[in-house]
């Protein structure tokens, strides 16, 4: 019987809860609910009561009511209401976990929720979901359903997209916990090969490809990240938090938008985690050649005289000057020395992406010589340079990155 938590704000969403928490149990859900609320008074009895959320904060229910800041409560619960998650599955008490509410519930409840590992089913019923979910989503595994009507009674709308949502937190659960059972009774079965993760980009999936073929041949588990800001984001979070032995850092494309002010940035940590962690990591310049706008009237006026192309009707890139890619390439140089573990570039002299190569609308020798240009004036001499003379989408260089990768993790699991 698999157990899913309920994480919720009872003064003013209670009654929702309740009949969520009533259609779960319906389905052979055990139930635990959170009260995650602060101003008014609980209108359903919880398991788990404000007053322990705030103190799991490290503060006091009555202090964040009497300041009267909405936004610094919301924090609050929301750091405590992970540190009560985050118990209640290390006791082995939590196989999914759901929330419904507005943009404050939703926020408490994506704190929480990022601090469970990949996995657990998360599931989110907002009137915020059929908009812009990243800052609720992040590079977590959260499920955010838009919730049609606002969460204010039990209505026929909204009692059918509640039960909608007991359906999936109940279903996800139950196989989440049965596929545990399964692993700990058949210890044997489990997959033990070691994880890898690559980055890949539309314009470096020839060389992704071929790596990732050659590392699965190695004996490896390849986990692939797009390169779309949430995806680099995604692959540091894995690293971070130890499930992965090596990085194929193929792609490095999201160090442009960042930079420049594209859409499609992971933040100024990108290419961060792996050095940190001192994982071995093999790394290239796939795709600095372009920053990422989303349709071709959306890219900002002060670009317009820019090399812009069309890769589709959502997507326009703009290839990144020779004094952007100088700094590109001088940011790279300061990261990769900056690793504790063992770090490898790989650099494709003859184009970073597959319309960057000769004849194609990104190739510029200047831009790719200012890009070299900075990594030379950072790189630390612990940083192993190999310069090959191919584009990056050549199988010889792809080849040549998941060998050397292998031999990076080959020496590491040996020590």
Not at 186 to 214: H, Y
Request: aromatic fraction near 4%; glycine fraction near 12%; charged fraction near 20%.
């Amino acid at each position: 019987m698999p157990t899913v938590i309920l994480l919720g704000t009872l003064d003013t969403k209670g009654h929702e809860y309740a009949f969520l928490r009533d259609r779960l149990r319906e389905l052979g859900a055990q139930t635990i609910l959170i009260d995650a609320g602060v101003l008014g008074t609980a209108q359903v009895a919880a398991d788990v009561t404000r007053e322990e959320v705030a103190r799991a904060a490290g503060g006091e229910l009555e202090a964040l009511a009497a300041a009267g800041d909405r936004g610094a409560a919301v924090a609050a619960m929301g750091r405590g209401a992970a540190e009560v998650v985050k118990r209640f599955h290390a006791e082995g008490r939590l196989d999914g976990i759901v929330s419904v509410g507005g943009s404050g519930n939703a926020s408490i409840a994506a704190r929480a929720m990022a601090a469970l590992p990949v996995g657990v089913p998360k599931l989110i019923v907002s009137t915020i979901a059929s908009g812009d979910t990243r800052p609720y989503v992040g590079a977590s595994d959260v499920t955010m359903t838009y919730s049609v009507v606002d969460i204010s009674g039990i209505n026929r709308i909204s009692e059918r997209i509640l039960t909608n949502a007991a359906g999936m937190i109940a279903g996800a659960a139950g196989a989440a916990g049965a596929a545990g059972a399964a692993g700990a009774q058949a210890p044997a079965a489990r997959d033990e090969r070691l994880l890898v993760a690559a980055s890949m980009f539309g314009v470096t999936t020839a060389c992704v490809t071929r790596a990732r073929e050659r590392l699965e041949e190695l004996g490896y588990e390849v986990l692939v990240f797009h390169a779309t800001g949430t995806g680099g984001e995604s692959m540091e979070a894995l690293v971070r938090d130890g499930y992965i032995a090596g990085v194929l850092d193929a792609t490095t494309t999201e160090l442009a938008d960042e930079l420049v002010g594209g859409v499609l940035s992971a933040g100024p940590h990108r290419l961060e985690a792996a050095g940190a962690a001192g994982v071995p990591q093999v790394v290239s310049l796939g795709a600095l050649d372009m920053v990422n706008f989303g349709p071709r009237e959306t890219v900002p006026p002060q670009f317009a005289d820019r090399n812009l192309y069309v890769h589709n009707p959502t997507v326009t890139l703009m290839r990144t000057t020779p004094e952007e890619c100088r700094e590109l390439g001088r940011g790279i140089g300061r990261k990769l020395s900056a690793a504790a573990g063992p770090t490898v570039l790989f650099v494709p002299l003859r184009g970073v992406s597959a319309i960057a190569v000769e004849g194609q609308p990104f190739h510029d020798a200047n831009a790719d010589a200012a890009l070299l240009e900075g990594l030379r004036e950072t790189l630390a001499p612990s940083v192993e340079v190999h310069e090959l003379e191919t584009d990056v989408n050549d199988p010889v260089f792809a080849d040549a990155m998941a060998e050397r990768l292998h031999e990076l993790v080959c020496a590491r699991v040996r020590k």
